[in-house]
């Protein structure tokens, strides 16, 4: 049994790819730049926006432009937050609560902010399943980059033996395997199974079921 399990928020534990689309294209609008593609918006859900707004159109941007993009996609971001944006997908509110009881620790690894993890955590009423969340805002190195992992399990004083990633986009699979710990695909967020191949996790499920399975039993 893992000791402890990473979890990307954002096409992992929480279908959020409406809002994220609305909130970024409004975003893009109000500056009156070209609006980009709701799917390329949900392809780069598992960067931080100072990274994914680069590739989405926003690289000629000056500083202070940048910054207006940044605040006009949080603002639109959080005033669309509800249980009707955030939707858990299904099974993982039981996985989560197993996980739990079997004694492995939960960290929450995201692109996000940390208050804005913790709000959409509360909104889906699952914030008391984790120990810790790691924002954007409290890790150096991004994913793809293992920075944010290999922190938290300093910090946590986790093995790498005795840690897992889940996510549900190439750069949660990279992080995890430059971080060297397990990883595990989930096939129901951003990037499809053939794109999750080419990452090379150590498991690739498409049922919340199998994530006890593998966590708990192997």
């Given at each position: 049994m893992k000791k402890a399990a990473f979890f990307d928020f954002d096409g992992t534990l929480a279908n959020t790819e409406k809002l994220s689309v609305l909130a970024t294209q409004q975003a893009f609008k109000q500056i009156k730049l070209p609006v980009p593609d709701a799917q390329d918006i949900v392809h780069y859900q598992g960067v931080p926006i100072e990274t994914s707004f680069s590739k989405l159109g926003a690289k000629d941007l000056n500083p202070s432009e940048l910054q207006t993009l940044y605040t006009n996609f949080r603002a639109a971001y959080q005033s669309g937050e509800s249980a009707?944006?955030?939707?858990?997908?299904p099974g993982i509110v039981a996985a989560l609560a197993q996980l739990k009881i079997a004694g492995v620790?939960?960290?929450i690894m995201t692109?996000?902010?940390s208050a804005v993890a913790q709000r959409n955590l509360a909104i889906l009423n699952i914030?008391?399943?984790?120990?810790d969340i790691y924002g954007s805002d409290r890790v150096v190195a991004f994913k793809p980059l293992p920075g944010?992992?290999?922190?938290?399990?300093?910090?946590?004083?986790?093995d790498d033996r005795q840690a897992i990633m889940i996510g549900d986009a190439t750069f949660d699979i990279d992080a995890g395997n430059a971080a060297g710990i397990?990883?595990?695909a989930?096939?129901?967020g951003s990037h499809d199974q053939a794109i999750l191949e080419k990452a090379q996790p150590n498991?690739?499920?498409s049922d919340a079921k199998q994530l006890t399975e593998i966590i708990i039993h192997e």
């Open positions: 009707d944006t955030i939707t858990a997908f620790e939960l960290f692109s996000k902010k914030n008391q399943y984790f120990s944010g992992l290999l922190q938290a399990m300093a910090e946590h004083h986790i397990d990883t595990i989930v096939t129901w498991y690739i499920i």
